[in-house]
């Protein structure tokens, strides 16, 4: 369990950053002000974009574990799927049966009254967990029927005060030392939709439903110290009303960074946008290609059901599992399969057994290497026969359709790299490699290690890459009006085009947080000399011209939204770039990051940017 000093430590850690900050921006002639961490309504001057999740420390072991554990564990699963009504007809449901089979507040209080959990072990958890190769766990601490699983003072519909549980047992307590001591991260699900507090449903009353929320999550942050909160109910639905607006979401999101820098935050805090949170969630699926502008996560059942439902017997293979998490990782994303333990706290056997399996496929040959800290294959195109995932000097080719005697696996390049070496995990066949029309032919020469996939590993010499710059930003107009007409209020140097001012935060405190307009210009020098992807986040309206040439126009008003311009770019050039913006009102975004089959997507680094 991590003491109490390390949170004295981290608090003194965040003053020191912000005392740094406070004096590197005071040292700096006009030099951009640190972004200040939001605080809920700050407004002017603030700015919500405290890092860029694709490159900063507080996301790297997000980054880098790539594969965690969700756990649907709740009131819900006392009746394990099927709820008997007083007519003996049965209705089926997991998580959402209270709702999904109309059960009466008081018969569903009367069934959590009898839940008792005594057999969940937190060890296990966390053991199988680890054994799955899993690096994080992510458990549902309050799902939507508002029964908390922990012993909140905030009410008593929770797993102290309305159960047959041990009322001397914490099961989040004991998870979080369990996962301290294997060294597993753990997070919260949370729900903001909340069937069971009195004040949710009516938008007068909802404020004291926020305020025990709020008091509920700071319990959770201060007692539990979790690395990641995953939100959900966050979208517009009834049953009931759900007013959660993304304004909300800004409020809580700042609160919550406020009480914790470190905690890594997904996007249904907000409203599941690509400007909320650090991360986006694509639920039971897996996009095909890294998400534009965010980091992101797909979770998943291992059958048909998040919570668990004793007649579903749906399960999926443990080589798709294998096959969906290498898929996740070759497009830089993280896979967070779920587990639903049954009323007594046990995970079911078919779900253990696929999580060893994945776990054994990760430890053998070091294919894990594959996943760890690994991410999108970005030199060459995705192909038909498997996954490629790309980990510095290493391309991980995962063969899931391997080749004919003498046949070839062909990789097409999306740029020029060279292959210095090759061979297959766990055999000491010899692989050829072969240029061959639009890139490489991989001919092995012998069979597969394992027909869920067999991982080529690929040294690569990734071509001529610039040392990193020594820019200190682009030139920054702040104008008072979305028009940038007249003389510009404020100008200065912007370290990086990242800022999420959102409804009440501006780039200056002498600047509303509406109807104010910013232009960047200055020089953009990329280390690769490739097509790179300028990727813009932005809400109300944004413009780029790389060497004079508009390349993205979005100067539509409109609401967060990403735009991309696929732009060539040469090493050691200074492209001029110039970029116009303007806020009209409302929420107000604006990023700028690139990407190249060389360069993993990130906000353009404040080294390759000058003002000329
Ligand atoms: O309604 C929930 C559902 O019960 C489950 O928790 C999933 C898992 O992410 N989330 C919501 C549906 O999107």
Same mark, same amino acid.
């Given at each position: 369990m991590r003491t109490p000093r390390s949170r004295t430590r981290r608090r003194v850690t965040a003053l020191t950053l912000l005392l740094t900050a406070a004096l590197a921006a005071a040292a700096l002639p006009a030099a951009s002000a640190a972004p200040t961490a939001g605080r809920p309504e700050a407004g002017p001057g603030t700015d919500h974009a405290t890092d860029d999740p694709f490159t900063a420390d507080r996301t790297a072991w997000f980054r880098q574990d790539r594969f965690g554990m969700f756990i649907h564990f709740g009131a819900y699963s006392q009746l394990e799927g099927e709820y008997t009504r007083p007519d003996g007809t049965v209705c089926r449901d997991a998580e959402w049966i209270q709702r999904e089979c109309d059960i009466p507040k008081d018969a569903y209080e009367k069934q959590a009254a009898a839940f008792d959990p005594a057999e969940f072990d937190a060890k296990a958890v966390v053991a199988a967990a680890k054994g799955a190769g899993m690096k994080y766990l992510v458990i549902t601490s309050k799902h939507h029927d508002g029964y908390a699983m922990w012993p909140t003072e905030v009410n008593s519909w929770n797993l102290r005060d309305h159960s047959a549980f041990d009322k001397r047992r914490d099961i989040l307590a004991e998870l979080k030392e369990a996962a301290d001591d294997a060294g597993i991260k753990l997070g919260f699900y949370y729900s903001?939709? /909340?069937? &069971? %507090?009195? /004040?949710? &449903? %009516?938008p007068a009353t909802f404020p004291r439903y926020e305020k025990r929320m709020y008091a509920q999550l700071k319990e959770l942050v201060d007692r539990y110290d979790p690395a990641l909160l995953w939100f959900d109910g966050e979208w517009d639905t009834d049953k009931p009303h759900n007013p959660w607006t993304a304004r909300d979401g800004e409020r809580l999101e700042a609160y919550l960074r406020g009480l914790d820098p470190d905690l890594v935050i997904n996007n249904r805090v907000g409203k599941r946008r690509v400007v909320d949170g650090d991360y986006g969630t694509p639920e039971q699926e897996i996009p095909d290609a890294p998400v534009d502008g965010q980091l992101w996560e797909s979770c998943m059942t291992l059958n048909g059901h998040w919570a668990y439902a004793r007649y579903d017997e749906n399960w999926k293979s443990s080589t798709s599992l294998v096959r969906n998490l290498l898929a996740t990782t070759s497009r830089s994303g993280n896979y967070l399969l779920n587990v639903g333990p049954d009323s007594r706290g046990r995970i079911p056997e078919p779900s253990l057994d696929r999580l060893r399996d994945i776990g054994a496929w990760l430890r053998t040959d070091g294919q894990g290497e594959a996943v760890y800290g690994a991410g999108y294959g970005g030199l060459v195109e995705e192909p038909a026969w498997g996954a490629v995932s790309r980990k510095g000097d290493k391309l991980y080719a995962a063969v899931t359709d391997w080749p004919g005697p003498g046949a070839a696996l062909h990789l097409k390049a999306r740029t020029g790299f060279a292959v210095t070496s090759a061979r297959v995990l766990g055999s000491d066949q010899r692989v050829t490699v072969t240029a061959s029309g639009d890139g490489y032919d991989l001919t092995p020469s012998g069979a597969a290690t394992n027909p869920t996939a067999t991982v080529v590993e690929l040294t690569v010499d990734p071509g001529p890459t610039a040392p990193e710059g020594h820019g200190k930003g682009l030139r920054q107009e702040i104008f008072d009006n979305p028009e940038l007409t007249g003389a510009p209020k404020v100008t200065r140097v912007d370290a990086e085009v990242n800022h999420a001012w959102k409804y009440t935060g501006s780039p200056h405190p002498g600047i509303p947080s509406d109807g104010f307009g910013v232009r960047w210009t200055g020089a953009v020098e990329p280390r690769r000399t490739e097509t790179y992807t300028l990727t813009t986040v932005s809400d109300d309206r944004a413009r780029v011209w790389i060497d004079g040439k508009l390349v993205i126009d979005a100067w539509d008003p409109h609401e967060p939204r990403v735009d991309k311009a696929r732009v060539e770019l040469k090493a050691g050039t200074r492209h001029a770039i110039r970029i116009d913006y303007a806020e009209q009102s409302g929420e107000a975004h604006m990023k700028l990051l690139w990407s190249s089959p060389g360069q993993d997507q990130q906000v353009v680094p404040r080294a390759q940017l000058y003002v000329e």
């Open positions: 903001i939709w /909340d069937w &069971h %507090d009195p /004040d949710f &449903h %009516d």
